[in-house]
C-alpha cells in the first residue's frame, strides 16, 4: 500500500496540471464570454443582442459590430481573484487533507477596436484571456501537491454587415494561444500552443427590441510532449474549449428609451470537448441584465446562473491519457484520481454570480465604464473531496470614440 501511495504523490499532481484550464474562470464555468468586459460585465455579461461595450461585440456575437459606427477603441483590464477550499478524506491520497488554495489573483486584459466601413460594414479586432487560470495546493500535507495554471488568450479579428434596417449578419475568427506551466518537471513540462475557432451571428431589430444569436465553433490547442507515459515516450494532449450556441434579447421601451433590460441563454457543449468530455457534462448559462441611463451616466446591474458542469460519472481516462510513466513503470488512471482533478484542478462548481457596473461619459469622445461582480460561493462533494468555490472581480476600461 505505502508504493501504491509513493506512485500517486507522483501521478496525481501531474494529473491536476493536465486538466487545469477549466479552473475558476467566473461562473460561466472554463469560459469567461463576456463576464470580463467593462459594461457586460456589470450585466451579469449579457451582451449577445445589445452590448454596451466595443468589447461585447468584438468577443461576444459578432453581428452587434454593426451597432458601432465610426473608430472606437477601448483598453481596460478586470482584476479577478478566486477563493477555493478543499477537504479530502484520503481515500484517495492516502492522507486526509484540508487547505484554501493559493492560486490567483489574475489580470484580464481588454483591448478591442472597431471601425466602419461606410453606414453598412464594420470592422472588429481584440484581444483578451477567453479561459484559464488554475488553482495551487502545494505544500499541503497529504494533498499531493497538485499544482496547475493556464491561460488562453484570444485575438479576434471579424466584419459584420447590415442588410437592411433590421438585420445584421457577422463572422469572428479566433486565434487562441494556450499557455501552462506545471510546479513538478518530472513527468510534464510547460508548453503552448495555437488552436483556432469561428464565430458567425446574427441580429434582427423590430423597433425597441433586439433579437441576437451566433454559433461558435470548438476551440482545440494541442499540447505538444506535455504528459510523458514511457521512459521515452510522451502524450500530445489536445484540450479543446466547447462549441456553444447563444441567443440574446434586449429591449428598450420603458422610461422612454432611458431603461434597457437584456437577457442571455448559453448552451456549452461539454460532452463533445476533446478531454473535457471526460470531466464536464453539457452546461446551461442564463444571464439578466439592466441599465438605466441619466445624462452622461449609465447605472448599471445583473445577475447570472451556470449549471455546475461536473460530471458524475467518469472513467479511466481524460481524452486519449490512460496513464503515466513514474519512475519507469506505469501507472493507470481510474475513476477515483479523475474525481481527485475535477476536486482539486477543475472545480468550477460555483453557479450564480451578481454585478453591478457604473459608466460615464468623461467628453464628447472618452467614455470609462467599471464593473464588480461576486459569484457566491458554493459546496460540492466531488469524490472523497469536499470542495467549496467562489470569486470575485473589478474592472475598469476606457473607450475612445471618433466618427
Known sequence: ?????????????????????????????????????????????????????????????????????????????????????????????????????????YLVPNVALTQSLGSDTVLGAGLTVVAGVGSDFRNVTGSLDPLAEILVFGANAGVAHQFNENLSVGGMLTIGMGLGQAGLNSNTASTSNFGVRGTLGATYEAGDTTIGAYYRSPLAIKYKNMVQYSATQYHSPTFEQPQEVGIGIANKSLMRGDLLLAADVIWKDWSSAESYQDLYDDQYVFAIGAQYSTGPYRIRAGFSHADSPIKNNVGSSVGDITSLSVGGTTVAMNPALTQYVQATNAEVIWENQATLGFGMDITSNIVVDAHVGYSFERDEQIGATDVDAGAWQAGIAFTWQFQ
Open 1 to 105: 500500500m505505502k508504493g501504491c501511495y509513493t506512485k500517486m504523490a507522483v501521478v496525481l499532481p501531474i494529473l491536476c496540471f493536465q486538466f487545469s484550464s477549466p479552473a475558476n474562470a467566473s461562473n460561466y464555468g472554463t469560459d469567461l464570454n463576456l463576464t470580463m468586459m467593462p459594461a457586460a460585465g456589470g450585466m451579469g455579461g449579457v451582451g449577445i443582442a445589445q452590448p454596451q461595450d466595443v468589447g461585447a461585440a468584438v468577443f461576444g456575437n459578432p453581428a452587434t459590430l454593426t451597432q458601432y459606427q465610426g473608430t472606437q477603441f477601448m483598453f481596460g483590464a478586470t482584476f479577478y481573484d478566486v477563493n477555493v477550499s478543499a477537504e479530502h478524506d484520503g481515500t484517495t491520497s492516502g492522507t486526509p487533507w484540508s487547505a484554501d488554495s493559493d492560486a490567483g489573483p
